[in-house]
């Protein structure tokens, strides 16, 4: 059953072609690495689905609903929700409190706090393991603690497409593999989801298909061992010419 | 008739001009909107008033002791304003309502609630170019604004002072990263300003009427006229003051002249609502 | 239930301050409350209190759109079209005075959705200079349609606020001033009622989220605009509502002072140095500055005593941005 449908979009700005003619196909229930260089258009494209950019030209889907040009709002009501490359957290607002506004608002919108919403942002927290921070303003939490509150943030509006941009970037390996875990575990829940993954320590080990994007343009799509193994992907992407596939997402160096 | 008419809004968007550069400049070196402009305007007019009532002082001379009094003023608010955290914009919005609300009362208190006007009868007799009826005043303006202009244009693009300050309009982190000492561009800039504002109060004080509450007006109009022309586009001023002038005697003549103290704010309200990304980019959220 | 689960140890402090700032509130509102017999005969002191009164309500209801985040300079529009729309129903149209008020409260948030619609996609500074010049097309007009409004001489002679009846027992709130006074005084605690339940409710949570991190905030869920136009159409309504129960105690209007800079200043001074995310702040503030300028000020430089306004403002934007009570009040 495919949930995301993304059709010949296109998306440029100014002169500039930041997406050219991306045809791509999401499954319910899978998890999808996006992959690619800086500024290939990886950020855009997530910025596109889910409502910040309006495509120039081309057709989402989610759902079979055409979606382009809706606002974000109206996006996440649907059921896409998203996190953010660099943190756009309520600063001065509490763990607890960034997550209840996501709650109230994610599905229409509710005007009563009640106990329940409070219980679910309570374990909402607990699902991120973050409940003895939920008086903490969000400006003053540290980086992994600030991505995996976003994190909660965004599958507090219960969505079914759950898009994550970079949010293991600049991640120690014990992080990471936090960080996997984590998705493995919001996985369970039965969401699908898209992850951004510039240096593809995150998206190998939790992804069923890679996409992988250069200058825009879709370079290669598959089962990631596949997607690295693509001369066109090692080149545009990892700069490498014949080296053997995933030996940097193994931190292993060949020559 | 008609000649007339063209004649007059050349002179009073002149004088716009006049009353805008000091605006213009300080926003778009230093970001500040310093809505105590109009304030700081009528603050030299009444100095220029003073010296010219109780001393006698010709009225060319007043010139110089409200500029130099005026760019006193400004570097001391410049201090004030270098302490203002982020949102810059809309923190120095507040900051200068508060200040112009100090000055309007100081002013008050100084000069009282009445009317003054500083007569100088010589600037509304005609030059006498035949047909085309032109006072020594009009003239006056039209030449002191381009002068002006001129002169700021010189300055901007000839002398490395003012390229550095050309630059930090341009992009503030840029010219800090290219070696400008951005603060110091701001002392300019406000010392630059006061210099304008000080060459305008006097005039504002013959042209039109000084009493303390009436600030806001040449704020609104220096406000206007820079978001018409766009950020650092000192030449655009003066165009955007002889639109903004020409639309009011239009404005005059049709419809009625009680309605002219609509136009500017019209202008602006619409300028903003149509073109708030294409004219200042507010979008680095 | 792991071990990060255990609630966390809550610091009293908050909680000690916030059992002090709920008394000082308490007294507050007592001593307000008995002020009228306090004051006795008074007539001056009972007259700036009600006129104090008016003026919390006026910067609470500008702070309904302040706690969005944004900062309005033309509420003078709200506060002058209320003053004029309820003086003219009420004496064109002869309609009862308790009617013109709340109409005048609806005329002022249509205004309001206007100025929103307007202004959409403006925010921060931008947003604050359309307000500038918003401010001036309600003025000019009502200037201008003379026919109806007097133009600039204004309206003299108003009816004075309603008389309330309630089986035989009358209060006659135009010729009691103590009558007056409560009048304002259950208006400015119903508006402040009113801030404070928006504020606990989720919309509280949403403003503060937009204001914060707009993108952020539309991307799970939060209609934005739709938030802010109802935000800016409250504050116009409550703003509209104190200019029409100014109308009807001064009896006296004009657009040169409903609409002037006074009415759009003061509420944006007092919202900010009270603390404009504050619920109480913008009251509090009210309380301390109109009365210190009435009393001291006024007495000691008739000419400037308004002076006062802009000190507080720039004292305020300079060493406590927050505000008052966003420092020294609930933090949070
Ligand atoms: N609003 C914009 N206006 C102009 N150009 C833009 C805009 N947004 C992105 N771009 C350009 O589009 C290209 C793709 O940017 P994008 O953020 O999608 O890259 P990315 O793949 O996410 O890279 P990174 O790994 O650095 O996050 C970049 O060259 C960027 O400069
Ligand atoms: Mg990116």
Redesign the pocket.
Known sequence: MSLLTLHAVSKT?GD?T?LKDINFVLDEGEVVGLV?P????????LNVISGRLKPSYGEVRFDNVLINGLKPQRICRLGISRTF?SSRLFAGMSASDNILAARLFGKGCRPRITGQDRDAARRALAFVGMTHKADTPAGDLTLSEQRRLDLARALATRPRLLLLD?IAAGFSPVLVKQAVSLVKKVRARGVTILI?D?FLNLSVRVSDRLLA?DHGEKVAAGPPAEVLRNPDVMRAYLGLRHEGPGHTSRGKHAG | MLSAVVVSALATGSFYTLVALGFALIYGVTRNFNLAHGELLVLAGYTAYWLWKTWALPFVFTFPVAIVASMAVCLALQRLFARLSEPLELNSIVFSFGIAILIQNAMRLCFSGNYRLIRIPTLNHGAGFNALPVSYGQLTLLGLSLGAIALLYLFMYHTYPGKALRATIQNREAAALAGINVAAMGILAFAIGGFFIGLAGPLFGCIHYLYPATGPEATLLAVTLTIFAGVGRLGGIILAGWLLALAESITVLYIGSSWREMIPAALLLGLLALKPRGIFSDDGR | MTAAERPVPYSTAPRERRTAARGGMLLTFVALAALPVVSGQNGYVLQVYTQTLLLASLALAWNVLGISGAVSLGHAAFFGTGAYVSALLSTIQDLSVWITIPLAGVFAAALGMLAGLICMRLRGAYFALATLAFVEIPRVITTNWDNVTQGSLGLVGLPGLPVLHWGDWRLDMAASSTAAYYFVFAYAVMVLCIVGIIQRSSFGLAFQALREEETAALSIGIPVSALRLLALSASAFFAGICGACYAHLVRYIEPGLVYGLYFSAIPMVLAICGGRFTILGPALAALVIYPLDQFVFHPLLPAGHEFLYGLALVLTVLFFPKGFWGYFGRTS
Do not use: M, P, V
């Open positions: 700005f500039f930041a690619g800086n500024g290939a258009g990886k950020s855009t494209l490359q970079e951004i510039h994007l």
